[in-house]
């Protein structure tokens, strides 16, 4: 069975929009949090699911 991790990032947010791409000590959130994904051992594969070309790119 493979397993793939998936990362909801959503541009607009009520409380806090633009929150994927705040930095934190120089990275973005997203960034961040796809580099902790990646050291689990059990996905296979990684995806970001998002509805906004800002955080795609």
């Given amino acids: ?13 009520s409380r806090f929009p633009g929150k994927p791409l705040a930095e ?14 990646e050291k689990a051992r059990l ?3 990684t995806l970001v699911a998002t509805d906004d070309e800002r955080i795609a790119a």
């Fill in 43 to 45: 996905p296979e594969l």
């Fill in 24 to 37: 934190i000590a120089g990275k973005t959130m997203i960034a961040r949090v796809y580099e902790q994904v």
């Fill in 1 to 13: 069975m493979k397993v793939a991790a998936i990362i909801p990032a959503r541009y607009g947010s």
